[in-house]
């Protein structure tokens, strides 16, 4: 068996997958919240990142927010038919696989996820906190209820709007200025503050309120994980620091975990 360093940070001691491995052996309950960096290697674009990220393509105010959807309705539901066709073109990669896996060797494992596109259930994680909606989902922009797109009146303009009270549809996910689902945030904040091993995966941790999901869990004892190729907010106050991709590094986890390495 080596102690095994796979990583260092600027701001953090020598970090260590062994303390890892031996903090998951023995946890109960694990936390994986994961951002756009879990799906970047799948195809589908972060946010933040300079050169390839949505948001420095595109501008959230005109794309991602009810008043958006209010003046131009056809434009905002345009761009999320192409992030649909864009996720449609896209599978899980080898870290969504490996969460999925890492809940066999656990008691207890639940994925809390910013990302809309749907792929840890794809992977096959069973228990997936969706904090910012689905964007396989369509709701009713009046009465808030998810309604099928089979069941949707087609509008003159070309658009989708609800059988029921005629508003438009608009994807059921979550916009700037708008309250997160709240069983959805309740029970996050609830398995983030019982859990042993808390994993902030491929997230900026700048969004709030999931940003705060792994302080509160450091804060009530867990042993906070962090994996992303860049330094964020989070890096300080993690346990460990693995300055690798998910898609690389998860796998080797659960490896190492199945080897008893
Ligand atoms: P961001 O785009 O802010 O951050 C993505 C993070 O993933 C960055 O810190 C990258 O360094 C990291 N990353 C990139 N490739 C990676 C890889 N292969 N493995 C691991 N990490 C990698 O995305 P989020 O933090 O998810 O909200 O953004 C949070 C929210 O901001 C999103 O849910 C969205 C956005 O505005 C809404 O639309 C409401």
């Not at 360093?5 to 052996?25: A, D, E, G, K, M």
């Not at 989902?137 to 099928?148: A, G």
Request: net charge neutral; aromatic share 6%.
């Amino acid at each position: 068996m080596t102690n095994h360093p796979i990583t260092q940070s600027p701001n953090h001691p020598i970090s260590n997958l062994q303390s890892l491995l031996s903090h998951l052996r023995s946890a109960q309950r694990v936390v994986a919240l994961t951002g756009a960096g879990v799906s970047a290697e799948s195809g589908i674009p972060t946010f933040r990142d300079a050169q390839t990220g949505l948001w420095a393509k595109y501008d959230p105010t005109q794309l991602a927010t009810p008043e958006a959807f209010a003046r131009n309705p056809r434009l905002v539901w345009d761009w999320y038919e192409w992030r649909r066709a864009l996720r449609r073109d896209t599978q899980p990669n080898a870290g969504h696989y490996a969460l999925a896996a890492l809940a066999k060797h656990v008691p207890h494992l639940v994925v809390i996820t910013q990302n809309i596109d749907g792929l840890h259930q794809l992977a096959g994680s069973t228990d997936v906190i969706e904090l910012h909606g689905n964007l396989q989902r369509n709701k009713c922009s009046r009465e808030n209820i998810v309604i099928d797109r089979a069941a949707a009146r087609p509008t003159a303009d070309g658009l989708l709007a609800c059988p029921h009270c005629g508003a438009y549809l608009r994807p059921d996910v979550v916009w700037f200025g708008e309250a997160l689902p709240r069983d959805a945030l309740e029970r996050a904040f609830a398995e983030s503050t019982q859990c042993d091993v808390f994993f902030a995966i491929g997230t900026s941790g700048v969004v709030e309120p999931a940003a705060s999901l792994p302080r509160y869990a450091k804060r009530a004892g867990a042993f906070l994980v962090e994996i992303n190729p860049e330094e964020t907010p989070l890096s300080t106050i993690a346990d460990v620091v693995l300055r690798r991709k998910s898609g690389e590094v998860l796998p080797e986890i659960v490896r190492r975990l199945e080897s008893r390495d």
